[in-house]
């Protein structure tokens, strides 16, 4: 069993104060962990909005202190690493500004730590539906490309997670995922050209944050369903035009981080075309190949299913060409400009 006596829950955000003001005020309503104290660390990332007048209302809610960070520095990861560098709590608990979680999101996080000595922890993500979603977008069939949704239901059975089994379950995503501080030091913190660099659609982070916990033995966990949170899906993201566009980003993510994806591979031994590791151009063609068996069938979600997977080996081709940028993590980026403060203070 696990001792746990601190958690810290952190937040970043960029100018969706209204969100975040609902996420806070629901934090500060959880059920507290016993013997464990909790922080909540904010990072705004360059937002124009009242983020930082919206903290401050939040940490005068109680019963949880509520801090403010600012970082100057362009990108989730580089908000990641700055609200890491100020945390002390043993845990470190991850969620999203849209994000609405249950009462006892903190008790079970806690619960699951001190019930088994593993380094992460996370659960289910279901949705806050904007406007009611096109029937087929629900069904289990859509469930494999519902990356743009960002949405997790692995089943209501709790699942270890180890080694052994790395590459064999689907992974957990930040808007509920709870690591342990120490671990996330240990192999440097986020990847800073990956997380919504520069406002694109970049992300990945998390992804790329598993695998290195992978490579340094650190990888164990659980999938708890009943750590449960809500978040917000748009309707704006229920259409087929949003789903290329992230498939098309999710396609540069993979090219960006290719050696957290092929991870049997030595991509510089690797024979490659204009950038690209050859063996995916043969990829690509098997991929139209399906995606042209679906034109002109009655099944839709089909035909869409298979639209998106060829468009992400374009976007994956678009950013090898350019060239991958060089990998970083670093606790603090040394460019970035924090400001800390409690913020119910004047």
Same mark, same amino acid.
């Given at each position: 069993?696990?001792?746990?006596?601190?958690?810290?829950?952190?937040?970043?955000?960029?100018?969706?104060?209204?969100?975040?003001?609902?996420?806070?005020?629901?934090?500060?309503?959880?059920?507290?962990?016993?013997?464990?104290?909790?922080?909540?660390?904010?990072?705004?990332?360059?937002?124009?909005?009242?983020?930082?007048?919206?903290?401050?209302?939040?940490?005068?809610?109680?019963?949880?202190?509520?801090?403010?960070?600012?970082?100057?520095?362009?990108?989730?990861?580089?908000?990641?690493?700055?609200?890491?560098?100020?945390?002390?709590?043993?845990?470190?608990?991850?969620?999203?500004?849209?994000?609405?979680?249950?009462?006892?999101?903190?008790?079970?996080?806690?619960?699951?730590?001190?019930?088994?000595?593993?380094?992460?922890?996370?659960?289910?993500?279901?949705?806050?539906?904007?406007?009611?979603?096109?029937?087929?977008?629900?069904?289990?069939?859509?469930?494999?490309?519902?990356?743009?949704?960002?949405?997790?239901?692995?089943?209501?059975?709790?699942?270890?997670?180890?080694?052994?089994?790395?590459?064999?379950?689907?992974?957990?995503?930040?808007?509920?995922?709870?690591?342990?501080?120490?671990?996330?030091? &240990?192999? !440097?913190? %986020?990847?800073?050209?990956? *997380? +919504?660099? $520069?406002?694109?659609?970049?992300?990945? @982070?998390?992804?790329? =944050?598993?695998?290195?916990?992978?490579?340094?033995?650190?990888?164990?966990?659980?999938?708890?369903?009943?750590?449960?949170?809500?978040?917000?899906?748009?309707?704006?993201?229920?259409?087929?035009?949003?789903?290329?566009?992230?498939?098309?980003?999710?396609?540069?993510?993979?090219?960006?981080?290719?050696?957290?994806?092929?991870?049997?591979?030595?991509?510089?031994?690797?024979?490659?075309?204009?950038?690209?590791?050859?063996?995916?151009?043969?990829?690509?063609?098997? &991929?139209? !190949?399906? %995606?042209?068996?679906?034109? *002109? +069938?009655? $099944?839709?979600?089909?035909?869409?299913? @298979?639209?998106?997977? =060829?468009?992400?080996?374009?976007?994956?081709?678009?950013?090898?060409?350019?060239?991958?940028?060089?990998?970083?993590?670093?606790?603090?980026?040394?460019?970035?400009?924090?400001?800390?403060?409690?913020?119910?203070?004047?």
């Amino acid at each position: 069993m696990s001792r746990v006596t601190s958690l810290s829950v952190l937040i970043c955000t960029y100018n969706r104060s209204a969100l975040l003001e609902q996420t806070l005020e629901t934090l500060q309503r959880a059920y507290p962990p016993d013997r464990c104290t909790v922080e909540v660390i904010v990072v705004d990332n360059n937002s124009s909005d009242d983020t930082r007048e919206v903290v401050r209302r939040a940490a005068a809610l109680g019963p949880y202190p509520v801090h403010y960070l600012a970082e100057r520095q362009q990108g989730k990861s580089f908000a990641l690493n700055s609200g890491l560098a100020i945390a002390h709590s043993e845990v470190i608990a991850l969620t999203d500004d849209d994000v609405l979680p249950a009462r006892d999101w903190l008790q079970r996080i806690v619960d699951n730590f001190r019930a088994s000595d593993v380094v992460f922890v996370f659960g289910k993500v279901l949705p806050r539906w904007e406007a009611p979603p096109p029937p087929e977008m629900v069904t289990l069939q859509a469930r494999d490309i519902w990356g743009p949704l960002a949405l997790i239901d692995y089943g209501d059975e709790p699942v270890s997670y180890d080694a052994a089994s790395f590459g064999k379950k689907r992974l957990p995503v930040g808007a509920n995922l709870a690591v342990r501080r120490q671990a996330i030091e &240990q192999i !440097g913190g %986020w990847r800073t050209d990956l *997380g +919504r660099v $520069d406002n694109t659609m970049i992300a990945g @982070e998390d992804r790329e =944050l598993c695998v290195r916990l992978y490579r340094a033995g650190l990888y164990s966990g659980v999938y708890d369903p009943s750590v449960l949170v809500k978040h917000l899906v748009p309707a704006t993201r229920m259409t087929r035009d949003y789903f290329r566009k992230w498939f098309f980003w999710h396609g540069r993510t993979l090219a960006r981080m290719a050696d957290a994806v092929y991870l049997d591979l030595d991509l510089t031994k690797v024979p490659s075309v204009a950038g690209v590791p050859r063996f995916l151009y043969r990829e690509f063609f098997q &991929q139209f !190949g399906r %995606w042209l068996r679906r034109v *002109g +069938r009655a $099944d839709s979600l089909a035909l869409l299913i @298979e639209e998106v997977r =060829l468009i992400e080996y374009l976007g994956f081709f678009v950013e090898a060409r350019r060239g991958r940028p060089v990998a970083r993590t670093e606790t603090v980026p040394p460019q970035a400009t924090v400001v800390l403060e409690q913020a119910g203070d004047k």
